[in-house]
């Protein structure tokens, strides 16, 4: 008896068996444990002043931390079946965990230090905007590099489960390189102030760690500071202002390099758009093309005075927490409109020729003066009332500084109102936001599930409404700020036709027709 096999697009992956987590991780695992808890155990053995007890805590912490790996590594099993990923892990409390395939979002392979030393990747299978690990999604730490990769391209086959022989085809075939590492985008870093705050972190461990080891740092600051202070106050301000682009500049740039180092955008044979990046901890995070529904374009103030911009993925399930959604990295603006053009397939029709540039860069319309005059009003008189009530209270020079916020603040109130608009095009939804970050986001209308419409006691006295385009993806809800109601209406009737229409009153003209 002859028995047929099935067709290629039939064929449904076995089980697989139960597969334990790669054996090096009982070496990986306790070394970036350890690493992370070096200022401990310097600590313990410094303040210690020799004592016996302090060198055996230490020990007895490197002791545990090597052991709970070594239970982890015994009570953890895996498998993927053609309908979910299992994971059961726990030796007293045990837990067991599934995670269907077709919610599956995103997969995201990070490298530490440790792994990378040992040929491993972590393997995060995310769900959706509340992923922790063992709730919505779960974490394979460690498997093999290689075979995370056999496995990302596994987990992110949504329809039907593909042979091996077809898995390993796709493994084989090189992505399409969309954007990568360029040297010249260092520019962009100081711009991001991340350096600041970098900064203030290890200047705050810095001086808590120096208390604890009884060294003085205090002091000859304060003396730095009072001879700052005794100088000329131009010789001051030059000098604060010197340190702190210096400090800022090279803390931005070192920031922007561990991040963002060898970051590469490909489109993956597998139908995903793969992002690369970091240099001691590498990231990896696939996205499903099929899971896409925009982009969003993010130009904090002082980056979109350096035009510059960087890119994030409208995702179904997938929110803006974290930095899986993390498309571009602070690059210029044109790089950002391009590389958006090339993640949304606007590059190119149907019949293979070139067609518009990407809709981030679409023609927004303006909105009505009104929109300028609540911004204005919101900008100044804030400041006005508060300038008031300090020169009557306590008069002082206070109230002159809020004063002199004025100008500054309703510069920035007409920024606002600058950067609001929106658009509509044959596919997407176009909407702008913002000052000191400004945000532009395309949205697919097909992605659009439903429409709110809010109007405040003010914005009804200026006959404007926020129109708020519901999706699945992303932030869960995009805005159309103080638009005028009659196109915000009309905007929401065109995007999605019958969705709105049912719920609009006609005017009575209409209604004798």
Do not use: C
């Not at 790996?69 to 979910?84: A, K, M, N, P, V």
């Not at 972190?201 to 060294?215: K, P, T």
């Not at 708020?468 to 638009?483: F, L, N």
Request: aromatic content about 6%.
């Amino acid at each position: 008896m002859t028995t047929e096999l099935p067709s290629a697009p039939e064929y449904v992956e076995p089980v697989m068996d139960w597969h334990r987590l790669d054996v090096r991780m009982l070496v990986v695992r306790p070394l970036n444990e350890i690493v992370g808890l070096i200022p401990l155990f310097v600590g313990l053995l410094v303040l210690g002043k020799g004592e016996t007890w302090r060198f055996l805590a230490s020990g007895g912490v490197i002791v545990a931390i090597v052991l709970f790996g070594l239970l982890r590594w015994i009570s953890t099993r895996y498998r993927i079946t053609t309908e979910q990923v299992e994971l059961h892990t726990g030796l007293l409390v045990r837990k067991r965990l599934a995670v269907p395939r077709d919610r599956i979002r995103t997969v995201d392979l990070t490298a530490k230090l440790g792994h990378r030393l040992f040929g491993l990747s972590a393997i995060r299978i995310g769900t959706g905007q509340r992923d922790q690990p063992g709730e919505d999604g779960l974490t394979l730490d460690a498997v093999s590099s290689a075979e995370a990769e056999r496995l990302r391209v596994l987990l992110l086959t949504i329809a039907k489960a593909k042979t091996d022989a077809q898995t390993e085809a796709v493994e084989e075939q090189p992505g399409v390189v969309l954007s990568k590492w360029d040297n010249r985008w260092l520019r962009y870093a100081p711009l991001t102030l991340s350096g600041l705050v970098a900064a203030g972190a290890l200047f705050g461990f810095v001086m808590n760690f120096a208390r604890e080891l009884d060294i003085e740092v205090l002091d000859p600051m304060t003396e730095a500071a009072h001879w700052v202070v005794e100088q000329p106050i131009a010789l001051t301000v030059a000098l604060f202002t010197g340190v702190v682009l210096v400090v800022a500049t090279l803390g931005s740039v070192l920031v922007y390099v561990v991040q963002f180092w060898g970051y590469q955008l490909t489109r993956e044979p597998d139908d995903t758009v793969r992002v690369r990046r970091g240099l001691l901890t590498t990231r990896s995070v696939s996205v499903a093309e099929q899971r896409l529904r925009g982009i969003e374009l993010v130009e904090p103030l002082l980056l979109r005075a350096g035009r510059g911009a960087h890119a994030k993925t409208v995702t179904t399930g997938l929110g803006r927490k974290g930095e899986s959604n993390l498309l571009l990295p602070p690059a210029p603006v044109s790089e950002a409109h391009r590389v958006s053009a090339e993640v949304l397939r606007q590059t190119a029709d149907r019949a293979g020729n070139q067609t518009a540039e990407s809709p981030t860069r679409t023609p927004l319309r303006r909105h009505p003066m009104a929109a300028l005059r609540r911004r204005m009003a919101r900008a100044v008189v804030p400041l006005l009332v508060l300038a008031a009530g300090l020169a009557w209270l306590a008069p002082s020079w206070t109230w002159q500084v809020v004063l002199a916020l004025v100008p500054f603040s309703a510069a920035m109130g007409w920024d606002r109102y600058r950067s609001l608009g929106h658009a509509l095009t044959d596919r997407y939804l176009l909407a702008r936001s913002g000052s000191a970050i400004r945000e532009t986001v395309a949205l697919q209308r097909t992605g659009i599930i439903g429409w709110r419409i809010s109007r405040s006691f003010f914005q009804r006295r200026a006959g404007l409404v926020t129109i708020s385009a519901t999706t699945a993806a992303g932030d869960g809800a995009y805005y159309v700020i103080d638009v005028a109601e009659a196109d915000g209406l009309a905007l929401a009737d065109e995007a999605v036709p019958d969705l709105l229409r049912p719920f609009l009153e006609r005017a009575p003209e209409a209604l004798d027709h």
